[in-house]
């Protein structure tokens, strides 16, 4: 029997099995950085001008797959839930959770598939926690749009594509706190 991921077509999602990255860059910084970059008629109209323009459309993503896979371990799936995971992307889970992790995290915050490994979950919530953006991790991730896939997310930001890729919350109740303590996660 064929694995899942051979199953997947030319063109669309990498059939590398990814590994949990821990992200190279401060997650204040990216958050800064993030605010610097939301959406604005100037950005929006940079996108449109970069869209009409194939070769330099290509050019950008391709900066962008370069700089986000070596910093974050982006896959490029187009619709970036960085924002709201600490920076942590959740793509790298080998599962791919974009909700949270498995039920297979070791107690020291290890991967299951991978347990030389840190669950790219267990990092996310240290990130977000330092931010004091804990209730980040509480947004619902709705499916990726497979089709998006090496797509720049930028452009897609920009364009206001993503707009809806999570929710407030997935109607469950939600803890009084999710903290942070001694580099484990807790309610």
Not at 48 to 55: C, D, I, V
Not at 92 to 100: A, D, M, S, V
Not at 142 to 171: C, K
Request: glycine share 10%; proline share 7%; with cysteine.
């Amino acid at each position: 029997m064929r694995k899942p991921r051979d199953l997947l077509s030319a063109g669309s999602a990498p059939s590398a099995s990814p590994r949990p990255v821990t992200p190279r860059v401060s997650a204040r910084s990216m958050y800064t950085l993030h605010r610097l970059l939301e959406p604005a008629q100037g950005y929006r109209r940079f996108a449109s001008w970069l869209e009409a323009r194939p070769r330099l459309r290509a050019a950008f993503t391709s900066a962008e797959k370069g700089v986000k896979h070596q910093l974050f371990g982006c896959r490029m799936c187009g619709q970036c839930a960085l924002p709201v995971t600490g920076y942590a992307c959740p793509m790298t889970c080998p599962k791919q959770l974009r909700n949270g992790p498995c039920g297979g995290v070791g107690a020291d915050g290890s991967c299951e598939v991978y347990p030389a490994m840190r669950c790219v979950w267990v990092i996310a919530v240290e990130r977000a926690g330092g931010e004091g953006r804990t209730g980040d991790l509480l947004l619902l991730q709705r499916p990726i749009d497979h089709g998006r896939w090496d797509q720049s997310s930028w452009l897609n930001y920009w364009q206001g594509r993503d707009e809806h890729l999570w929710t407030a919350n997935d109607g469950l109740v939600v803890p009084a706190q999710l903290h942070v303590a001694d580099g484990q996660a807790g309610t």
